[in-house]
């Protein structure tokens, strides 16, 4: 090989220079596939990732935050507290709030201050709304409670003195029960056609001539052992389970399942824009497991049971009951 045939290191460098330059822009040209590829993955790839997300249920899609129902009763029970446990266990926290009373856990609930309450049944929210001008509707139903005639001296129905004072719940629904169950005894007598809520001027016959003597349903019990008194009308449940009286003590016990008793279905009850929020089909899932059932029928010695009436029973019948409220007050 001759010298001119060797190459110069000035030419080697060139080559050396086009290598490298072709290496470059092979590079570059590899580099921009790639992030083409990339950016074309990304975007199929949101396409699918939205129109799944468009087709997914909201819920799903929705901040994992905890669902939370602040619920307002009129005491407290061991009951509620395995109602507690159960929802917990299915992904809702239950707050309850012991209001002690008969009026707050609806007026709380209308100001907004709790999300539902769990204490009245129906006939006793009927009246509440028709004088609030409310809007309370129940979400579905929970229990119904036994009641009865209940004395400290009697033995039967039959041993009514003449003239005898018999306690019943001083607002219209409750005192309308009583008088129903008084009926049903034999005791008295009421007038056709009162729908609802009769009240002690309903009594179209009084054999006995009786006095009936209106106190506020809470506090019943404690007046059981009254001299005063010759018997009380109440729900079994409300006597506190350390005065020991149960359905067994009663000179007559209503029949809570009866037809004619729908009126009386306790319910969870919320304002009416609230009544399809998700967390109430958790709740009532929560009240069907059989541990709730264990705990009431432990609590209330089987006078209390649950029950499940469809909600546009009930408030087919609140509607009902409210229309004819609305005469009576």
Same mark, same amino acid.
């Given at each position: 090989?001759?010298?001119?045939?060797?190459?110069?290191?000035?030419?080697?460098?060139?080559?050396?220079?086009?290598?490298?330059?072709?290496?470059?822009?092979?590079?570059?040209?590899?580099?921009?596939?790639?992030?083409?590829?990339?950016?074309?993955?990304?975007?199929?790839?949101?396409?699918?990732?939205?129109?799944?997300?468009?087709?997914?249920?909201?819920?799903? %899609?929705?901040?994992?935050?905890?669902?939370?129902?602040?619920?307002?009763?009129?005491?407290?029970?061991?009951?509620?507290?395995?109602?507690?446990?159960?929802?917990?266990?299915?992904?809702?926290?239950?707050?309850?709030?012991? =209001?002690?009373?008969?009026?707050?856990?609806?007026?709380?609930?209308?100001?907004?201050?709790?999300?539902?309450?769990?204490?009245?049944?129906?006939?006793?929210?009927?009246?509440?709304?028709?004088?609030?001008?409310?809007?309370?509707?129940?979400?579905?139903?929970?229990?119904?409670?036994?009641?009865?005639?209940?004395?400290?001296?009697?033995?039967?129905?039959?041993?009514?003195?003449?003239?005898?004072?018999?306690?019943?719940?001083?607002?219209?629904?409750?005192?309308?029960?009583?008088?129903?169950?008084?009926? %049903?005894?034999?005791?008295?007598?009421?007038?056709?056609?009162?729908?609802?809520?009769?009240?002690?001027?309903?009594?179209?016959?009084?054999?006995?001539?009786?006095?009936?003597?209106?106190?506020?349903?809470?506090?019943?019990?404690?007046?059981?052992?009254?001299?005063?008194?010759?018997?009380?009308?109440?729900?079994?449940?409300?006597?506190?389970?350390?005065?020991?009286?149960? %359905?067994?003590?009663?000179?007559?016990?209503?029949?809570?399942?009866?037809?004619?008793?729908?009126?009386?279905?306790?319910?969870?009850?919320?304002?009416?824009?609230?009544?399809?929020?998700?967390?109430?089909?958790?709740?009532?899932?929560?009240?069907?497991?059989?541990?709730?059932?264990?705990?009431?029928?432990?609590?209330?010695?089987?006078?209390?049971?649950?029950?499940?009436?469809?909600?546009?029973? =009930?408030?087919?019948? =609140?509607?009902?009951?409210?229309?004819?409220?609305?005469?009576?007050?």
């Amino acid at each position: 090989m001759s010298e001119q045939s060797q190459p110069s290191p000035g030419s080697g460098s060139d080559l050396r220079s086009t290598v490298d330059a072709r290496g470059r822009r092979t590079r570059r040209i590899v580099f921009v596939v790639v992030a083409v590829v990339v950016a074309a993955v990304l975007f199929v790839g949101g396409l699918f990732t939205g129109r799944a997300t468009a087709g997914a249920d909201p819920e799903a %899609s929705a901040s994992s935050e905890p669902l939370v129902l602040r619920i307002a009763t009129s005491d407290d029970s061991k009951f509620q507290d395995e109602v507690k446990v159960v929802a917990a266990e299915k992904g809702l926290d239950v707050e309850w709030v012991n =209001l002690n009373d008969w009026v707050l856990p609806n007026t709380q609930l209308v100001a907004g201050q709790v999300d539902g309450n769990a204490f009245q049944h129906i006939l006793y929210l009927s009246q509440f709304n028709v004088k609030n001008k409310a809007t309370l509707t129940p979400v579905f139903s929970t229990v119904i409670t036994q009641w009865g005639i209940f004395s400290k001296t009697l033995k039967s129905v039959k041993d009514v003195p003449e003239g005898g004072h018999i306690a019943i719940p001083d607002d219209a629904s409750n005192g309308a029960r009583a008088l129903f169950i008084l009926q %049903s005894a034999g005791l008295i007598t009421i007038k056709s056609g009162v729908g609802d809520f009769p009240s002690v001027d309903d009594v179209s016959s009084n054999p006995k001539h009786l006095t009936f003597v209106p106190i506020a349903a809470t506090t019943i019990p404690q007046q059981y052992d009254d001299p005063s008194l010759s018997a009380v009308v109440v729900g079994t449940s409300y006597f506190d389970p350390k005065q020991g009286i149960t %359905s067994k003590d009663a000179l007559y016990l209503d029949d809570s399942l009866a037809k004619e008793n729908l009126p009386y279905i306790n319910v969870i009850a919320a304002r009416e824009q609230d009544k399809n929020k998700p967390a109430w089909k958790i709740l009532k899932e929560a009240y069907a497991d059989k541990r709730v059932a264990e705990a009431l029928k432990k609590e209330s010695g089987g006078s209390t049971v649950l029950v499940d009436v469809p909600v546009d029973t =009930l408030r087919s019948k =609140l509607a009902d009951l409210e229309k004819e409220a609305e005469k009576t007050n």
